[in-house]
């Protein structure tokens, strides 16, 4: 019966090889993030490398080609680029989180990656609830929302009109992405181990 949860392993699931690299990676990015308000190039930069050559190696070892493992690794990180990208020249996010992101989606893989994205969201959406009843700044939240999304529609940077749209602003309440990423992550973690 598990076998056919979405959740369930598939041919191309996260080998248990990657999950040391990958934890090591979200642990220490998102405390970095979570401390400095920043995720160093010194730990995401050689992930992206290390996932490229895990899924390689990985899938030499299962099917004699390196040629599976490749494209697995390499739609994991452009799916991350794709994705993260924009929202880092909308001034939505940090640099450091779209190399996080990047090196995730290497490490993962494709279909792992989009459930790191999704778990992600969901802690993300939860958390920054929390944050903005916590801080009283519902009216505010919903505001920033509804400029945010007729700023999007109208095809302009939302940073533009308000200051608190802009990841770099002191102004704006900011929620250390690393530190979500890294939930999300060891969340499809968790879920995968009693699968």
Do not use: C
């Not at 990958?22 to 995720?39: E, K």
């Not at 609830?129 to 009283?136: K, Q, T």
């Not at 919903?142 to 802009?166: F, G, K």
Request: charge should be positive.
């Amino acid at each position: 019966m598990l076998k056919h949860s979405i959740l369930a392993e598939s041919p191309n699931k996260m080998i248990p090889l990657i999950h040391l690299p990958l934890v090591f990676l979200v642990l220490v990015a998102g405390i970095y993030d979570i401390r400095y308000r920043r995720i160093p190039n010194w730990l995401v930069l050689p992930a992206i490398p290390v996932g490229f050559l895990l899924h390689a190696v990985l899938s030499l070892v299962r099917s004699n080609s390196v040629w599976p493992g490749l494209r697995e690794a390499a739609l994991g990180f452009g799916a991350a680029v794709l994705i993260y990208l924009p929202m880092y020249a909308l001034r939505g996010m940090g640099a450091g989180d779209v190399k996080l992101a990047a090196a995730l989606g290497a490490l993962a893989g494709w279909p792992d990656w989009l459930w790191i994205l999704l778990f992600s969201a969901v802690i993300g959406l939860v958390l920054a609830l929390a944050l903005m009843l916590l801080h009283r700044r519902f009216r505010k939240t919903l505001s920033n929302t509804a400029y945010l999304i007729w700023d999007l529609a109208h095809l302009r940077p939302p940073y533009r009109r308000s200051e608190e749209l802009d990841v770099q602003s002191p102004k704006g309440m900011r929620l250390p992405h690393g530190a979500v990423l890294a939930l999300g992550t060891l969340a499809l973690l968790g879920v995968r181990a009693f699968h």
